[in-house]
């Protein structure tokens, strides 16, 4: 089976203190997909500018489909220092092209035919675009997994926005420091078992997933819950590593895959892409 994949959101270049490489979460994600089998799409914009060309040409390599809109702001790029466990800190630039992904009929029509569409609050942090994505989860099948990875990124969110994303979401995806932060934010008590299933109950999640990095992640449904420890690797930078578990998890699942098998290939993807640099490591078997 080779079921259709969707990425809303930020398409961006991730600038590194050596070089460029391609990135933005959702995108990620189509491309783990993509590499596993799936039939990805990105949903996105950018520039009337050599950084958009060159983006683009990045997607055809990788043979990831898209409906890629040209608009007249500059393509999006993100500053990575990375620290020397190769945890990276980024600074995200404003007022880029994907702030104002339009809703097309190419998108809707995507959409429409979507076996799951992988969205966060980044790219929601303009008007236009978060528009466009509640727009575009409208047109969502109702059987269809509406992955939401939070991944909160500098001062790009706000509590009505998590709790409109939930609202559409009925997979939900959250590392322990955001689980922390969301918490606060919404006063909740009790232990990280008792707030996820929280969250499963509340919304009426398929799944939860909370990653925390080198130390495990567990993954609940209403009825099963799945923890794995994090393999210890030789890591060269986590870039992209939350968007490869979501979309190797998201891809395992739609096959038909048991929880715990489709969680220890989530793990292990992830892991991989720890040994390299960028979002978009080239698969062994490429």
Sequence with gaps: MNPTVVGIGELLWDVFPNEKKAGGAPINFVYHASQLGSEGYAISAVGNDVFGTEILQVLEKNHIRHCIETVEHPTGNVLVELDNKGKPTYTI???????YIPLTQGAIDLVKRADAVCFGTLAQRATVSRETITALLNYAPAASLRFFDINIRQHFYTKELIEACLQKANVFKINDEELELICQMFDLKGSTDEICRLFIEKYALRYMILTAGSDFSTIYTASEQST?????????DTVGAGDAFSGAFVHSILNGKPLREAHQT???IAAYVCTKQGAWPPYPNK
């Design 93 to 99: 630039v404003e007022g880029v092209a994907w702030d």
């Design 228 to 236: 794995i420890q994090t393999p210890k690797v030789t890591v060269a």
């Design 266 to 268: 989530a793990v292990d």
